[in-house]
């Protein structure tokens, strides 16, 4: 069974860089895309970026300047790094699955992880 | 910010016939597959459609998506109590070089 962990602290300091990582059980991250999709508290879903397991990435046009994606294939795991955080990056963070049989969809999803930013 | 626009809510009783429209643009819809989330409380989204009508193994029958030029719709026939949720569309975008989503479509079943 498939399954994926987000994993990170819930509270972040204004302007510091909110750290994620998801973990990835049940199937190797290779050959696959993966990508983080957040969810501001009552309101709808933003996707954020992609990242192959050969470490190519496409990120949000919207989120480019401050954000980061990596793997770690020995670890079978993927992290994100967004710098200068703001209240505005209060959200849920859930990592996903790309599946083979359709590269655009997200089949697999975490639980998710609430990351408040705030003094 | 989502660009692709869905009702904030729907709803209907037990049993009845209930669609969501989703309107997006030649940039997203018009010229990419669309993909339907479901939401339920508390939890996070579950894939009910992709390619624009197929459904994963073991999302029922009653879920049924369609498109036509810039918009799509999810239909969900034989309304049940366990259908309350959250609905997103989702699509890529040539023009951000994305994926986008509904703005969201609430569903209450009666």
């Not at chain 2, 309107?23 to 508390?42: A, D, E, F, M, R």
Request: net charge neutral; glycine share 10%; charged share 15%.
């Amino acid at each position: 069974q498939v399954q994926l962990q987000e994993s990170g602290p819930g509270l972040v300091q204004p302007s510091e860089t909110l750290s994620l990582t998801c973990t990835v059980s049940g199937v190797s991250i290779n050959n696959y895309y993966w990508s983080w999709i957040r969810q501001p508290p009552g309101r709808g879903l933003e996707w954020i970026g992609y990242i192959y397991y050969t470490g190519s990435t496409n990120y949000n046009p919207s989120l480019t300047s401050r954000l980061t994606l990596s793997v770690d294939t020995s670890k079978n795991q993927f992290s994100l790094r967004l710098r200068s955080v703001t209240a505005a990056d209060t959200a849920v963070y859930y990592c996903a699955r790309h599946p083979t049989y359709d590269s655009r969809a997200f089949d697999i999803w975490g639980q998710g992880t609430m990351v408040t930013v705030s003094s | 910010q989502p660009v692709l626009t869905q009702p904030p809510s729907a709803s209907g009783t037990p049993g009845q016939r209930v669609t969501v429209s989703c309107s997006g643009s030649g940039s997203n819809i018009g010229s990419n597959h669309v993909y339907w989330y479901q939401q339920l409380p508390g939890t996070a989204p579950k894939l009910l459609i992709y390619k624009n009508i197929q459904r994963p193994s073991g999302v029922p029958d009653r879920f049924s998506g369609s498109k036509s030029g810039p918009s799509a719709s999810l239909a969900i026939s034989g309304l049940r109590s366990d259908d309350e949720a959250d609905y997103y569309c989702a699509a890529w975008d040539d023009s951000l070089s994305g994926y986008v989503f509904g703005t969201g479509t609430k569903v209450t079943v009666l």
